[in-house]
């Protein structure tokens, strides 16, 4: 009998043993299964979910002032026109005869002039002051053919498979140079993506930037809006932040 329950002691012991041992066990992977999911879950869904954007830029220039060019001739001598002298003595038969024609003289010409007019005031270099003021206008809605910023469609409605685009200029209707800057576009991706541009090069008065920007994992449905923010961290100090952005909605097929 003693011998019976030392035996159930031992087994007993045995188990609580391994109990323990699988406890520990559980905890352990338990714990480095966290570790796992902290340090490399998210950058491969972040790698997944994330949108590919293609961007294209071209800036163009301010436009200079016209010019009115003006060309006139001075006549630097008048027209003559003489009469030769007239017979008035009758022929034979008694008829007058008739006076020879005028004689006319080429008209002599003038020194030729030319005179130019500034529109605008007269073309001078000044300093600038005051502040810049970028100004945000969407110019058309569509989508890429291919992945590249070049292959862009006009279309308000993005067929299925291709990537929604937008064209849209960026403009400095301030009085000084913007200094480096960036912009923002919210895109209707999957995991509703915003881009934040690397710094685009300073604007002086008047100067523009056409951007052509598409991405792909677009989200189908009615009405999906693209928003573009110019200076969106407010990092350029401007005379008026109430332009600085624009938006236009399209219609994204899926399936």
């Known amino acids: 009998m003693n011998t019976d329950q030392s035996n159930t002691s031992l087994q007993q012991t045995a188990i609580n043993g391994l109990a323990v041992v699988g406890f520990v066990a559980l905890v352990a992977g338990g714990i480095w299964l966290a570790i796992y999911s902290t340090r490399f879950v998210p950058e491969v869904i972040g790698r997944v979910g994330a949108a590919a954007v293609y961007l294209g830029s071209v800036i163009i220039p301010a436009e200079p002032s016209l010019s009115a060019v003006s060309t006139t001739t001075t006549p630097t001598a008048s027209t003559t026109i003489s009469f030769g002298e007239t017979n008035l003595a009758t022929d034979a038969t008694g008829t007058p005869p008739i006076p020879p024609p005028p004689k006319q003289t080429s008209p002599t010409a003038g020194d030729r002039?030319?005179?130019?007019?500034?529109?605008?005031?007269?073309?001078?270099?000044?300093?600038?002051?005051?502040?810049?003021?970028?100004?945000?206008?969407?110019?058309?809605i569509g989508y890429l053919t291919a992945a590249s910023a070049d292959s862009f469609v006009a279309s308000s409605t993005v067929p299925s498979g291709s990537r929604p685009a937008v064209k849209f200029t960026i403009k400095n209707i301030g009085t000084n140079k913007s200094g480096e800057w960036r912009f923002s576009a919210s895109i209707p991706t999957q995991s509703s993506y915003i881009y934040f541009s690397p710094f685009q090069q300073s604007l002086s008065p008047g100067e523009r930037i056409e951007y052509t920007l598409g991405f792909d994992q677009p989200i189908a449905g009615a009405n999906k809006t693209i928003s573009i923010m110019a200076n969106f961290d407010s990092a350029i100090g401007e005379s008026n932040t109430n332009n600085n952005s624009a938006s236009a909605n399209l219609t994204i097929l899926g399936g």
């Open 113 to 140: 002039t030319g005179s130019a007019y500034q529109i605008g005031g007269p073309a001078t270099t000044s300093v600038l002051s005051g502040l810049p003021d970028f100004v945000v206008n969407i110019d058309a």
